[in-house]
């Protein structure tokens, strides 16, 4: 699925002028015949035009828009959730055989968070899987949201994209240069008015046609889709439930709010095959309920920031006690989180014990749903500033060798700023960079925590980082520079680290002229 054409948000107008760029630059094919008719295989010729490494290129070049925008979301607990989730779908798909050495090699398959209400997941080339914050919130279940992924996956290990891509007529597309070029301007001047005025145009109607699913593909994302999430052991009824709560929230509200239906069109038939694959699936235990209220919460206020939409969750902790636990948990990890984004420590205290008592009382609790409450307490006492309170919600978790917990352990040391915890911090962050490069949060912290110890030119390498891993090369360049010139005027001897500095700044300005040349050619 592509982001629609309806209320596009600049994330949005980015990911669809790349995705335009991309099939301008596609080799053109010969399309076979029969490929008028029915999908092509993989062999055909009209995938090998797009080939793997291709779209790899493409999909890489889209995500370094993206990590940029506003709207991309790292989140790190919700990020945990949805790769606890995915990894097992992919593991499933690469046993069934869906996922060749080659597209194992090559893609991401790597999901990533949009900060957007609205309803709505997709599948961009080389392997990334967007999801909306407004699609975990509006999910009842993990297999539920499982299900979506699983749907998503398929579009990615079928290749949808580069079929779509490879069976559009070039001459079709040249028309669209002019609007893709109008969407890149208005979108990275931040003019969402120029943008959406050009976006909405025929030709940007065109385009969007083309990069939707078929029909076909449709089911057949379906169909396998639904063995992989099974095969990862959720349960089966997780896609037709989601495909009829879709349908029936659509029917009630048709706002807009349901982005991923107008490029995901349901049916009564899609819906019955998914009910009908029911009789042969193996049932599994149902998972943690309660892990996965907390991680809809967490999606229902990050997904609007905003003060009155904060207030509007605060009081939802209300008297729920005749309402299930999971619904009460939910409705306390709301308020907590919204309490604590709006500095309201008397609130987010009184909710943060009625989540604490429903984790560590309720029978359907879990070790995880306990510990999604023990992080969000750590969260909460962070921001007030409190790194004694912090430090005993992180306690029980120190030895853990998670992102959330690298991350907030990384906070806690800055807050407190003794220098034996910042040392061992760095120590830390740097272990983990080395082994996740890609990773701008931990990096940033890492550039906090060596200003802190005075290391000025370490701090400035790993402000470089950062940048880099969210695909701003210019700023990473300017960040190596101003750590040349801090070693060379001698206020930071450390010629080791300056030396990292000049072979950095050297790949760094590579690429810089390797993605210029690619881009005039592709304009060309």
């Known amino acids: 699925m592509t982001p629609p054409i309806r209320r596009t948000s600049r994330l949005r107008q980015r990911v669809m002028a790349a995705l335009c760029a991309a099939a301008l630059a596609a080799p053109t094919a010969t399309v076979p015949a029969r490929a008028q008719n029915q999908l092509p295989a993989l062999g055909d010729s009209a995938s ?93 279940t993990r297999d539920e949201l499982a299900s979506v992924l699983a749907h998503e996956l398929s579009h990615v290990t079928q290749r949808h994209i580069a079929r779509n891509i490879a069976n559009s007529s070039r001459q079709s597309l040249i028309g669209a240069v002019a609007m893709i070029l109008g969407v890149l301007a208005a979108s990275r001047a931040d003019s969402m008015d120029a943008a959406n005025a050009v976006i909405t145009g025929s030709q940007a109607a065109t385009i969007q046609g083309q990069l939707n699913f078929s029909r076909d593909m449709e089911r057949e994302a379906d169909r396998i889709g639904f063995a992989i999430m099974t095969g990862a052991g959720f349960a089966p009824d997780g896609m037709a439930d989601m495909f009829e709560k879709l349908a029936h929230s659509s029917r009630l509200n048709d706002s807009g709010n349901f982005p991923y239906l107008r490029s995901h069109p349901l049916t009564t038939e899609r819906i019955g095959e998914a009910r009908a694959r029911l009789g042969t699936a193996a049932r599994t235990a149902p998972p943690s309920v309660l892990e996965h209220s907390a991680a809809r919460a967490r999606a229902r206020v990050l997904m609007d920031m905003r003060a009155v939409a904060l207030r509007r969750l605060q009081p939802l902790d209300g008297d729920t006690t005749d309402v299930p636990v999971a619904d009460q948990l939910l409705a306390a990890y709301q308020s907590a989180l919204a309490s604590t984004l709006l500095r309201d420590w008397p609130r987010a205290d009184a909710a943060l014990a009625k989540a604490q008592a429903l984790v560590q009382g309720s029978p359907r609790s879990d070790a995880r749903a306990q510990r999604a409450v023990a992080l969000l307490t750590v969260q909460s006492m962070l921001e007030r500033g409190d790194a004694a309170r912090a430090a005993a919600a992180f306690k029980p978790h120190a030895g853990e060798v998670s992102r959330p917990v690298a991350l907030l352990g990384a906070r806690i040391a800055l807050v407190r700023g003794d220098e034996a915890g910042l040392k061992r911090t760095a120590e830390d962050l740097q272990t983990w960079v080395s082994g996740r490069p890609q990773d701008a949060e931990a990096w940033s912290l890492l550039a906090q925590t060596w200003n802190r110890l005075g290391h000025g030119l370490r701090a400035l390498r790993a402000e470089a980082e950062a940048r880099f891993a969210l695909g701003d090369l210019a700023g990473a360049s300017d960040r190596l520079r101003a750590g040349q010139r801090l070693a060379r005027s001698g206020a930071a001897p450390d010629f080791i680290e300056a030396s990292v500095i000049d072979a950095r700044l050297r790949d760094v300005d590579a690429e810089r002229r390797r993605l210029f040349v690619e881009a005039r050619e592709q304009g060309g």
């Open 48 to 140: 090998e035009s797009f080939g793997i490494g291709t779209e790899r290129k493409v999909g890489d070049q889209i995500m370094r828009e993206v990590r940029r925008d506003p709207d991309y979301s790292d989140d790190p607990v919700l990020l945990e959730y949805l790769q606890g989730l995915f990894q097992p779908l992919v593991a499933s798909a690469r046993q069934r055989g869906e996922i060749g050495a080659e597209l194992d090699q090559r893609f991401a398959f790597e999901p990533f968070l949009v900060r957007d209400r609205s309803v709505n997941a997709f599948a961009l080339p080389g392997g990334y899987i967007g999801v909306h914050l407004g699609l975990i919130g509006m999910t009842a």
